[in-house]
């Protein structure tokens, strides 16, 4: 058995460095909730991930402030086209892992297409099951005004709720396509009636994502809960990014918002050419990785 890697220093200051997933008996981390998120409007930037495995849990949670198990997860782990191969059960299990991965990020677990739309009912189900079997923080679902009421029944139960508004990918094949929003008066103003009506509703924070950059800054000034940019502006409260995409492993089409901070597809390319070269030459494995017969030992 590998022994767990100790855990990356945060990059916040103040923050506890170890809990229950560390090798040291340090004070657990105080788990961020939705509330806390929310009263980050105007502070420092709300830095947010999309996450959907353990081992990518474990190693951003200490970074930050809020991680998303998004629906994008049916595109960039299980290889579907759009984000409409999601389901509940896929939401669940990824959210699972994650959860299991962190102690301290708020986790906020996507409701899948298809799952909240329809009736209120639906969306408090789907709210409840995804809640109930992850443990998450909170649960996001794509909509303005179209799907207030549901935002308003799922925060009632007692689970918060952070809204997406601008390009919703889930309307993608609805709209014919990804449309960057807030191009015309009539576009602008069917935003800022989403960006009200999800407020009004009592969702704790909205995701802005491909929107022209004047209109989403406007948006947040004129919002009192944090807006959280993707395509959006460097004005919103907090940020976030595909994990796959700022880490420079996604394969395929990378969008124009985002910024890689990495270089995994070149480095898991190169790792596992010399792997393969390596064990067809047969010099993996070397005899540091064999075991010697061994005198008194099982087996
Ligand atoms: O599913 C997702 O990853 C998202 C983010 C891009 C905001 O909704």
């Known amino acids: 058995m590998q022994k767990p890697p100790v855990l990356p220093k945060p990059t916040l200051p103040g ?4 809990g229950k997933l560390s090798n040291t008996k340090a004070a657990a981390p105080v788990r961020i909730r939705p509330d806390a998120i929310r009263a980050r409007k105007g502070g420092v930037p709300i830095v947010s991930l999309t996450a959907y495995s ?4 474990r190693l951003i949670d200490p970074h930050v402030d809020l ?4 629906d994008s997860v049916a595109m960039v782990v299980h290889g579907h086209a759009n984000t409409l191969g999601a389901t509940l059960d896929m939401m669940i299990l990824h959210g699972q892992a994650v959860m299991r991965g962190t102690e301290r990020a708020c986790v906020v677990v996507d409701l899948p297409a298809g799952s ?3 009736s209120i009912e639906a969306a408090r189900a789907a709210a409840r099951r ?5 443990g998450c ?11 207030a009421a549901q935002i308003a029944a799922i925060v009632a139960d007692g689970i918060p709720v952070m809204a997406h508004i601008g390009l919703q990918p ?11 929003k807030g191009r015309s008066q009539a576009a602008i103003d069917a935003l800022r009636r989403d ?3 999800v407020e009004a509703a009592g969702a704790f924070a909205v995701v802005i994502e491909g929107t022209v950059e004047p209109v989403a800054a406007s948006l947040t000034k004129a919002l009192a809960i944090p807006t959280i940019g993707i395509g959006a502006s460097a004005a919103c409260d907090g940020q976030i990014l595909v994990i796959d995409d700022m880490l420079g492993l996604t394969v395929g089409h990378v969008p124009k918002f985002v910024r890689e901070y990495g270089g995994l597809r070149e480095q898991v390319t190169a790792a596992v050419a010399s792997y393969a070269s390596d064990v067809r030459d047969r010099r993996f494995p070397g005899p540091e990785h064999v075991f010697p017969p061994q005198r008194g030992g099982g087996g």
């Open 54 to 57: 353990y081992p990518i849990a």
């Open 137 to 147: 923080q909170a649960v996001k679902l794509e909509g303005g005004l179209s799907v």
């Open 116 to 118: 909240y739309e329809g």
């Open 195 to 197: 960006a009200e009506a």
């Open 15 to 18: 923050l506890p460095r170890e």
């Open 67 to 70: 991680i998303l198990v998004g």
């Open 130 to 134: 995804i809640r109930d079997a992850t």
């Open 170 to 180: 889930q309307s993608v094949e609805k709209e014919g396509g990804y449309k960057i």
